[in-house]
């Protein structure tokens, strides 16, 4: 039996397979088994997996266009006494998935949540990469507007310690074009189908990942993991003395970062960590 009581109020948030469906775990089907019925981002992804398993519960979808609605049904059954399960398509719940609304509401009604561990993309690509894993941080999905895509790698480079990030294969290659952009040299591994049958880890740096993937288009989920490196940057002009000019004409210290900022082509946040360094 499992060591908690399915007699209590529980939503149980399940962590499901990323792609070989051997790694779902014994304590997941055993509570899929026993919830009243299972939350889940589209039933038609997730039927075959309780099938697989001969899990006969009712499927109900919740994703970020009806999670607003449905966690208050969900709310009232779990009062109700009824135990809940919480899948997604893949992974573990709420990781860059619905999920938060929901167990947010659960906190601030004093029901019970409990996690079935089990895969992780995130850390399933940490743990097969070169990359360091003592300190990492993770950033959920690129921006997709230019300057913030490239204010966003600035910082991921800069961070001392891995980046984690989820990309499409469609962006990928622009994703990593920008990364060689600001820093030809900084590490960057591709996690490529992690479990399933065409899985691939490609670490090079960044300028030879640009060159990989433009001869050979990438398919498939995608984690990307970017080093820290250090980024150079070599100006015309001495920033230092641009914002010091920019002061003099009576803008505020923001404004003239700012402006230095846009001026030079780089990012205010990158502008001012270059000139920390300096100090």
Known sequence: MPPFNFFDIV????STPIGNLQDISARAISTLNACEYVLCEDTRHSRPLLDKFDIKKPLYSYH??????RSE???ADLKDDLSIGLISDAGTPG???????????????????????GACAVITALSASPLPTDRFQ??????KQPGALSEALE?????DGSTVCYESPQ?????????????????VAVCRELTKLHEEIIYKKATDQVEHFTRHPPKGEIVLIIGHYKIEKKFSFPPEKLIAWLLEEGLSKRDALQAAA?????????????????E
């Not at 939503?11 to 399940?14: A, E, G, K, N, S």
């Not at 947010?104 to 079935?116: D, F, S």
């Not at 993770?138 to 921006?143: A, E, K, R, S, V």
């Open 262 to 278: 846009k001026s030079l082509g780089v990012s205010r946040n990158l502008l001012y960590r270059l000139l920390m360094d300096k």
């Open 95 to 117: 990781i860059s998935d619905p999920g938060h609304v929901l167990i947010e509401q659960c906190y601030a009604e004093n029901i019970r949540v409990v996690p079935i561990p």
């Open 64 to 69: 970020q266009h009806n999670e607003a609605y």
């Open 171 to 187: 962006r990928l290659l622009k994703t990593l074009q920008a990364l060689n952009d600001l820093s030809p040299d900084v590490p």
């Open 11 to 14: 939503l149980f948030v399940i």
């Open 155 to 159: 910082e991921a480079i800069e961070y």
């Open 73 to 75: 049904k969900v709310i």
């Open 138 to 143: 993770f950033i959920g999905f690129l921006p």
